[in-house]
């Protein structure tokens, strides 16, 4: 039986990490009329204090986040109520840019796919300014991709749903299939295909939603 040491050992057990969360920095572009996003500096080194603090201000869908069905629906479940396990395991990421909103028609002749499935639309690494044109999902994708067998769908767009929409036709799609909600992703420098997603919440009780930091890792 061989041993790994040393430099090889590091090599043999290195893990490719794509991160796939939003980088907030000051400004960080909010849905229309949702409260900024700040952390204003409290305790500083600097200023005599033994640490450095901050005090974080942001409404619960700033950035990479996910949608607890309390969201859109006033019977649905608040965020600490959602298994975790949902937002942890295989995952597809799909290329379905040129598509809005996204049609059924782009699931045809996918197989076996695994219970997540992520869709890169177009959206940069960045976003200078809140985009107001984005992609949205089609309810009938929604329902298409539930009847095989998926039960989580993230976007890179900042909603599921048309900036300028009122029934919000794709997320009450998610009510009535039972499918959660990742929003916000960064997937402009990753590769479509098959990987492990981690995906994970601020514990946040009671609550509608959660900024998340979400990772893809080799599948």
């Known amino acids: 039986m061989s041993a790994v ?12 990490i794509h991160d796939i969360s939003r980088l907030l920095t ?33 409404p619960t869908h700033t950035g990479t986040h996910v949608d607890a069905p309390w969201h859109y629906d006033d019977a649905g479940e608040k965020l600490d109520q959602v298994p975790l396990s949902l937002y942890i ?24 796919l695994p219970e997540r499935l992520l869709l890169y639309t177009g959206q940069p690494a960045h976003w200078a300014s809140f985009p107001g044109d984005f992609a949205a999902l089609s309810p009938a994708f929604v329902r298409r991709a539930a009847g095989l067998g998926v039960r989580l769908i993230g976007t890179d767009a900042p909603s599921v749903d048309p900036l300028t929409s009122k029934t919000l036709d794709a997320h009450h799609a998610f009510r009535e299939t039972g499918l959660l909600i990742i929003e916000g992703l960064n997937l402009s420098a990753v590769r ?14 009671g609550v509608d939603g959660a900024p998340a930091r979400a990772v893809l890792l080799p599948a």
């Open 89 to 112: 395991g295989p995952c597809l990421l799909l290329d379905v840019r040129g598509d809005s909103p996204v049609p059924p028609e782009l699931l045809d002749g996918l197989d076996d």
């Open 192 to 205: 479509p295909g098959r990987y492990t997603l981690v995906c994970l919440p601020l514990p946040l009780a």
């Open 26 to 58: 000051p400004g960080h572009p909010n849905w229309p009329g949702d409260a900024p996003y700040s952390v204003t500096p409290a305790a500083r080194i600097a200023q005599g204090d033994s640490v450095n603090t901050g005090i974080l201000s942001t």
């Open 5 to 16: 040491y040393g430099s090889e050992a590091a090599y043999a057990f290195r893990m490719v």
